[in-house]
């Protein structure tokens, strides 16, 4: 008969035990399009290891940036096909599937960062994120994070609207990013976002719109002269949780995602307007020309179009955003 010593049965015991941990932690995919360098992946593994540490290992959450499972259509698909667990997306491309998120994607809809941050805190997009998890079959709106104003960049100078008659300019593809370019009389165009450089590069498109922040991150700069300071659209990311995830855990653990993923919006946030911020004199630096607009012109000539047929939110919807 084999004899354990009392050692040998202590480490047998461990050794089982951490084997036992490791093959109890549920893997979790975390998918977004956004480069390693950017705010959004550096807070996302943050919170993947806060998740870790505040689960006790019971998950494990697997960051993919840039792209790595897909587009954004396509990782917003995953959602409800279980394929990804959690994404960073666009109000607009959860807006296909509840319409009315779609408002705060809207061009000139807010006044400021301030404004931004009391509807990302408000009782109606509160509203918003549950008419969104019933219209997805209970899929999960967990943060909303700043993502900054857009601006176009073109390599001819835009200072008016009629500078941008005929541009064909690279939007998103989702329909709240052509209201802007039609309304000034440019041609949208949607490209995917992984593939916006090679397009610029080979003029497939004149011209594209995004913050500060991506401009610089995804180095759009390097293959367009002008940045135009339009501020057209103050745009923000939100958190998602698949349903099939989401719902499949305990109520102590649905309550540790929110709070970790609450965090990560904020920090995503804070980060990301203090880039904003500081980008226009390293554009400077870099020789790029950065281009006051008449942006009131820009202004009057989209206003009229954002209540109009195409409007996937309610005026009273409307109201109350700016009311806030």
Same mark, same amino acid.
Do not use: C
């Given at each position: 008969m084999t004899r354990?010593?009392?050692?040998?049965?202590?480490?047998?015991?461990g050794l089982a035990t951490a084997?036992?941990?490791? +093959?109890? !932690? *549920?893997?979790?995919?975390?998918?977004?399009?956004? /480069?390693?360098?950017? &705010?959004?992946?550096?807070w996302a593994e943050w919170g993947a290891? +806060?998740? !870790? *540490?505040?689960?006790?290992?019971?998950?494990?959450? /697997?960051?993919?940036? &840039?792209?790595?499972?897909?587009?954004?259509?396509?990782i917003n698909q995953g959602l409800v096909l279980g394929t990804v667990?959690?994404?960073?997306?666009?109000?607009?491309?959860?807006?296909?599937?509840?319409?009315?998120?779609?408002?705060?994607?809207?061009?000139?809809?807010?006044?400021?960062?301030?404004h931004w941050k009391?509807?990302?805190?408000?009782?109606?997009?509160a509203e918003f994120a549950d008419g969104y998890r019933q219209a997805s079959g209970g899929n999960v709106i967990l943060g909303d994070c700043y993502y900054g104003q857009r601006h176009v960049t073109s390599n001819t100078p835009i200072v008016e609207p009629?500078?941008?008659?005929?541009?064909?300019?690279?939007?998103?593809?989702?329909?709240i990013y052509s209201l802007f370019p039609r309304a000034v009389g440019a041609q949208p165009t949607p490209v995917a976002f992984s593939e916006v450089y090679l397009a610029l590069q080979q003029g497939v498109v004149d011209a594209q719109e995004n913050p500060l922040p991506t401009i610089r991150a995804k180095k759009f700069y390097e293959v367009q002269d002008y940045i135009n300071l339009t501020g057209h659209v103050t745009g923000s990311n939100l958190i998602v949780a698949g349903g099939p995830f989401f719902n499949g855990l305990s109520e102590e653990d649905q309550q540790i995602f929110r709070e970790?993923?609450?965090?990560?919006?904020?920090?995503?946030?804070?980060d990301v307007r203090e880039q904003e911020l500081a980008s226009i004199d390293w554009f400077k630096e870099q020789g790029v020309e950065v281009l006051e607009v008449e942006r009131e012109a820009f202004r009057e000539k989209t206003l009229p179009v954002l209540n109009g047929d195409e409007a996937t939110w309610t005026q009273e919807?409307?109201?109350?955003l700016q009311a806030l």
């Open positions: 354990f010593s009392p050692l040998r049965l202590t480490l047998s015991i084997a036992s941990m490791a +093959q109890a !932690a *549920e893997t979790v995919q975390w998918a977004h399009v956004y /480069e390693p360098s950017e &705010a959004y992946h550096h290891e +806060q998740i !870790a *540490e505040r689960t006790d290992g019971r998950y494990e959450v /697997e960051v993919f940036p &840039a792209s790595t499972l897909g587009k954004e259509v396509e667990d959690i994404i960073y997306t666009g109000q607009s491309f959860a807006a296909q599937t509840y319409g009315s998120l779609a408002l705060s994607d809207a061009p000139f809809v807010f006044r400021d960062y301030e009391a509807y990302a805190d408000s009782d109606l997009l009629a500078d941008m008659e005929g541009l064909k300019i690279r939007v998103p593809n989702a329909p970790v993923l609450g965090e990560v919006a904020r920090n995503v946030s804070d919807q409307f109201d109350r």
